[in-house]
């Protein structure tokens, strides 16, 4: 099953902020493209960090997308990450481009980077232009020397209702290890990937290959099986930096080594999209699909995450309904592979379908188990050894007023 260790190698450091690994400082600030919350970010590491990126899947890309995909081209490495929230820079064409390669050269003149050092991440409405007068005024106010570094999580944030994220250290090969991880997203989630921004940083030494093939695994099980409305964004994509200075021996792959980093990088995601996943907008239930019995690890991920996609499973978790036939459907009709007859379905520690016919199991025991604020649904298809995991949230009154109201 795709979760933490049972025996944590890791300590959790408290009030860690994403400018937590050695060499990374970060700031943000308030200029004006929202009302009155910080809207400005930068994360700034002192020495080139190697990195890798991956991105969303809608074909509507975010002109920052292209952005930093064009600054990672050089040579997969960044010492710059410069975010906006209240204005997507999406859908603006010509000049949407032309304003986020400007907010990208202002951003590597304030710190004396190279442009290409630096890359763009911006979330918020989508079809406005950027106020470039702001927003330069903005950049300009960064601080890194006096700056807040937790500010930057703030900064980042839009529709969500608490901040996202996590610092890890570990002893590893001798020298201490620490992973910082930063999220926004709340609602138009449905990775590949969601409005949905992620920033790792690690003072960790290793290759942005090795690094992008880690980042590829790590989102596919983890941010890519996260769900809050079946909506994917234009803007989301998640960044990784690996600035070397922690001084341990640059990692290669298959070594006990990496193989420790790797777990603790999983748990790192693992927390964040859990986190979203839980701020769904107006959500109230963080659901967790486990499928186990899968014939191969794309059909138990797929499963369960058209488990935690299903608006009707969504909306029974709101209204505390054990109505396992809304399971048994999104099942059905997941794609992936399972034989009818067998599958046995367990809310809680309740098992309401065995071999697929109802169970007389205990009503009350049930109605309270689906009060909690975390809810449960494990499914055994009977049919291989493969497990996969999915995280979603309910789907309620606030959600609907929330978007209905997005821009008034």
């Known amino acids: 099953m795709e979760k933490l260790l049972e025996k944590e190698d890791w300590i959790t450091v408290e009030n860690g902020t994403i400018a937590t690994p050695l060499g990374f400082y970060a700031d943000g600030k308030h200029c004006g493209l929202k009302r009155k919350k910080k809207d400005i970010g930068i994360i700034f590491s002192e020495t ?9 899947m809608n074909q509507m890309q975010a002109a920052p997308i292209f952005i930093t995909k064009d600054s990672l081209e050089v040579n997969q490495t960044l010492q710059a990450i410069v975010v906006n929230s209240g204005v997507a820079n999406a859908c603006t064409g010509k000049r949407g481009l032309e304003d986020g390669f400007a907010m990208r050269a202002m951003a590597a003149k304030h710190l004396g980077v190279a442009e290409t050092s630096v890359a763009v991440a911006s979330t918020g409405v989508i079809g406005d232009y950027l106020p470039m007068e702001k927003l330069a005024t903005g950049i300009a106010a960064l601080d890194l020397k006096s700056g807040i570094s937790s500010d930057f999580h703030e900064a980042i944030l839009t529709t969500d209702t608490v901040q996202k994220e996590l610092t890890l250290q570990s002893e590893i090969g001798g020298k201490v290890i620490t992973i910082s991880g930063v999220a926004k997203g709340s609602g138009m989630i449905h990775p590949n990937m969601a409005t949905m921004l992620s920033f790792i940083t690690t003072d960790a030494a290793v290759p942005a290959e090795l690094l992008q093939k880690l980042l590829k695994q790590k989102v596919d099980q983890t941010f890519n099986q996260i769900t809050v409305d079946g909506d994917t964004s234009t803007n989301d994509m998640v960044i990784v930096m690996a600035n070397g200075c922690a001084g341990n021996a640059i990692f290669s792959d298959g070594t ?8 603790m990088f999983y748990a790192v995601c693992q927390h964040l999209a859990k986190s979203i996943a839980r701020d ?6 963080l659901i967790e699909a486990k499928v186990k019995g899968a014939t191969s690890k794309e059909d138990a991920r797929m499963i369960a995450k058209q488990i935690v996609s299903s608006s009707l499973v969504k909306t029974a978790m709101f209204g505390e309904d ?8 999104a099942i059905g009709y997941s794609g992936g592979r399972f034989s009818p007859d067998n599958i046995t379905i367990k809310i809680g520690n309740t098992v309401i379908l065995e071999k697929s016919e109802t169970t007389n199991y205990a009503p009350d025991v049930l109605a309270s188990y689906l009060k909690m604020e975390n809810i449960s649904i494990e499914v055994n298809l009977h049919s291989g050894l493969e497990d996969g995991v999915a995280w979603g949230c309910d789907l309620s009154y606030d959600y609907v007023k929330i978007n209905a109201c997005y821009r008034t």
Do not use: D, L
């Open 256 to 263: 006990p080594e990496f193989t420790a980093f790797a777990k």
């Open 48 to 56: 080139p960090a190697e990195s890798a990126a991956v991105y969303t």
């Open 322 to 329: 054990a109505n396992w036939g809304r399971i048994i459907c």
């Open 280 to 285: 769904g907008e107006g959500a109230t239930k």
